[in-house]
């Protein structure tokens, strides 16, 4: 039997999150496997309540874990490191990281008790690290934290470019720039793929560098007139550095607030990465300090509820109160789906009185490539052929074209499309099952399991459980009776609900013949019926109903 | 005692949504009333999962019926008419609207079963209704719904000038320009109060005009190469018949898809204000004619999940389907909230290869005045003082910084703030509770009665239902048993959760003592608190736990 190429993504494609991508090599069957990236994606209220983070659904990998010959980690952002804690166990092959990425990784092993020594920290190209019979090496490559690594996967069938996330900056503050000649050189070696980031392909002018926006912070927190404080994604760390050396500029003291803010510049300095990080002051020290004085830098830029940004917009945190005159910078630009929780924050601080700045343009700057960098990697890289990943269908679809306009064949392969690279034309040969996996307290959970859809419905209709006792001679022992939850306590008839509804069941039960009140499922059945349509006619909602049949016999 | 003007906003300051603004004038306790809008908004799975729609409480005024007079509706966008069905009945005062607006009023009587005479066609300014101490004319102003109006409101202390939604367009297309002699004519009559619009505030150049898109729509849809379908709000008749006209003109027969699109054209035909609206077909007329020469307007801009966009993109509609190469034009920009929504669809027509343009700088132009389009109604209005409405805190505040900088005094009055305008100086007097009320279903319940709530919770964290007989010895009769919804399977201990529950609930009712059985309290707290703390242990959740008791005694 002949070898195979194959790339499978089980995440990320089809979605910007929850990275998780398959390559394998060999015969049919018999292919050994190298997983790139784990990471998680978030849940909401609309499709996921309760849910505490969601990962690609691992299952098809974790089934031939034992031809899994590593995992590798492109970068620390938690939609590509995320889910290692918690779905390594399935998989218990190496993992292989830069040392940054490394760190952050092997604190999540830590929290989980797992054996650290799985992971592996590697060097960056042209050092290869063997994996079966792939070869990957870590091309450094530019993005919004550092060591950011595209993965140069050499195989029998030829050489793969996947470039996790990155955008072309050549001035990125921290971390090492993007480096045209490496990638023309790879270009001039041969590409046979280039799996490539698409999250910017809607943005049309080039990308702007981290170093642009230097100046316009540092003018910003040097004409504050009162406190100010800002937030950005703590793992930006070339960004959380302006801030805070911005903040010294303008003789303030820096006050990191958040968990993640402080782990991820402690990690930045263990790991040797973030040299000359302006000194910083604890929250209790900051006490001591005038106000105009300080600058705090804080957790939470897209609204996260439990963050540092949130919580001074809430009232005090950690003695801090925001006032009438200071300033908040949002370093940041929002992710779509957390406009309305960014806003809530915006209000509450405009109900301060505090100036708050919020222009995506002047103090942000994104860490993806936009159209004409893609075409710039296109261009240097030369690969016989591209597959767009990282990205919802309609960015994979856009990237095709792009690639279509530069003269590069493209294949638009979502999750659990498996591709052949052996040839010269990718070929599409399989659709693999894939979803998601939910870890909904600590237990993960299938997505479509039902679990998180019943508790959608009691969201969206309420919940009424009507509990009856049949005794020992198959009759009603008393009346049935119910709970409500979540519905309206009177309805269309003016009495409470709960008494129409009870009344309704019971003039049924009084009816009910001996062979339905024999049979629970039937019984449950027809409670269940006569409580939605009584509810409907009252209220105008069918809820969710429980029916508990209790027999004495 | 003196009399007193006094302005009191229910509703649209502090959101952009929902408008509800009561002006009332004569001596404390007893001044007599208006109400500007009575509008809605919308629910989300949030903060408000299952409702139907928002209204503003109004409480207040409800109880001050007897001294309400009119009802005066700016325009018929539904944050500002969408309530007047369900909300009427509690305050049956006339209501007010020019032609077009009354129209669609009548229909939500007509759909409630309402007195549709209460409900007046007003004519345009200089002609004035009276309604108690008021005089009020409709002066036309331009938006994106025909017919749209300022009111000018005067009253024993002055002349008010409430702007309603608006825009700066001297060609909306359909409906009347914007006037700024008019404006400047009332500017000089004297004005005491500039009630205005704060929705764009933010958008720092000047608004662009409806007619600004015309050749972008007309080219794109003559150089369509298959089906073309495009997507606005129904209620934006100008852009409709834009949209039609570019249709028309590449000879394609035009089809409305959608409730709303042809309830809003038959309205707007029917009243006079749309005329030479081109020929439509119907969806069955359209089966007999080559897709390549149709073009559809579908309602769902926002990505409703169930109007006719959206419908589309999940597949089959009315007998169409889009397909490779088709076009659909979102002649629309996505209000904060829907990107998801919108996302989903995209994604949906990139999976069947339809090209979307969703470009809203050249497809499409906003309603509402921007930064140096208000400057400018100030400039005409020249009131002695500004009063920011129609929008959230930050834009309340951002309007009045703007106001301050073209030299007028503001008053910032969120949702429940009573300012008296009678004297030199706007006087803060006094905060009226106000929230929102939800229509569920059928019934209309307070937004803090804890009935959505209590959804949300178990939206959040699944419901337990713990069942137990107590019998007239007051001894557990037989053991507890539970129900579990939207909760795992399975946890830490391998066992059945459900198992792990019963368990630690019929271990401590055979410890429990006789006056803890007897106690209903106390039984269902100890009760909830084992469940609790038995699925966290489990799970890491903490279910709600509703406890039946049921005493055979």
Chains 1, 2 share one sequence.
């Not at 990308?207 to 642009?212: D, I, K, T």
Request: charge should be negative; proline fraction near 5%; aromatic fraction near 6%.
């Amino acid at each position: 039997m002949s070898e195979r190429l194959i790339y499978l993504p089980l995440g990320g494609a089809g979605e910007i999150g929850m990275n998780c991508y398959v390559y394998g090599y060999g015969p049919q069957g018999k292919e050994r496997y190298i997983l790139v990236d784990l990471g998680v994606t978030f849940p909401d209220m609309d499709g996921s309540p309760g849910v505490d983070l969601i990962f690609a659904d691992i299952e098809w990998i974790a089934e031939r874990a034992d031809r899994l010959d590593a995992i590798f980690i492109t970068h620390a952002h938690e939609d590509h490191i995320g889910a290692v804690g918690h779905l390594w166990p399935r998989l218990k092959a190496p993992i292989y990281a830069r040392s940054f990425t490394a760190h952050l990784a092997r604190l999540k092993f830590e929290e989980r008790g797992h054996d650290e020594l799985a992971i592996k920290t590697a060097n960056k190209f042209p050092e290869m690290v063997t994996a079966g019979p792939f070869k990957v090496g870590f091309m450094p490559i530019s993005h919004s934290i550092p060591e950011s690594s595209a993965l140069v996967i050499d195989t029998p069938a030829g050489r793969i470019v996947h470039t996790g996330d990155f955008k072309v900056d050549t001035q990125p503050g921290v971390g090492e720039p993007f480096d045209h000649e490496a990638f023309s050189e790879l270009g001039r070696s041969g590409v046979k793929a280039l799996v490539c980031d698409s999250t910017n392909v809607f943005s049309p002018k080039p990308g702007r560098s981290e170093a642009e926006i230097i100046d316009n912070i540092t003018a910003l927190v040097a004409d504050a007139p009162k406190l100010i404080a800002a937030t950005t994604f703590a793992s930006n760390i070339a960004r959380v550095k302006t801030l805070a050396e911005a903040g010294s500029k303008a003789g303030r003291s820096v006050v990191l607030l958040g968990r993640a803010m402080r782990r991820m510049v402690t990690a930045g300095i263990e790991t040797g990465i973030l040299t000359d990080f302006p000194k910083v002051v604890s929250p209790e020290d900051a006490g001591s300090i005038p106000r105009e004085n300080l600058m705090l830098l804080t957790t939470g830029s897209q609204g996260e509820r439990r963050a540092a940004t949130a919580a001074l917009s809430r009232g005090k945190y950690l003695g801090f109160q925001l006032q009438e005159g200071d300033t908040f910078l949002f370093s940041s630009k929002t992710i779509p789906g957390n406009e309305m929780s960014v806003a809530r924050i915006l209000n509450n601080f405009s109900e301060m009185g505090v100036d708050v700045i919020n222009d995506s343009d002047l103090y942000h700057v994104s860490g993806h490539a936009n159209a004409p960098d893609l075409s710039q990697m296109h261009e240097l890289v030369q690969p016989q052929f591209l597959i767009p990943m990282h990205g919802e269908h309609r960015h994979l679809r856009a990237h095709a074209k792009l690639g279509g306009k530069n003269g590069i064949k493209s294949v638009i392969a979502p999750n659990g499309t498996m591709v052949e690279l052996q040839g010269n034309e990718p070929k599409i040969t399989e659709f693999v099952e894939t979803g998601r996996t939910y870890l909904d307290g600590r237990v993960q959970i299938g997505a479509m399991d039902g679990i998180v859809r019943d508790r959608i419905r009691m969201a969206l209709n309420g919940h009424v459980v009507c509990t009856l006792i049949i005794d020992e001679n198959d009759e009603p022992l008393g009346e049935a009776w119910c709970e409500l939850s979540g519905l309206a306590e009177v309805g269309a008839s003016r009495a409470p609900l709960i008494d129409v509804l009870e009344e309704d069941v019971n003039q049924f039960l009084m009816r009910a013949g001996a062979k339905t009140l024999r049979n629970d499922d039937r019984l449950e059945e027809e409670i269940r019926k006569i409580i939605r349509k009584s509810a409907d006619s009252e209220i105008g909602k069918k809820p969710e109903t429980t029916v508990i049949v209790s027999r004495l016999g």
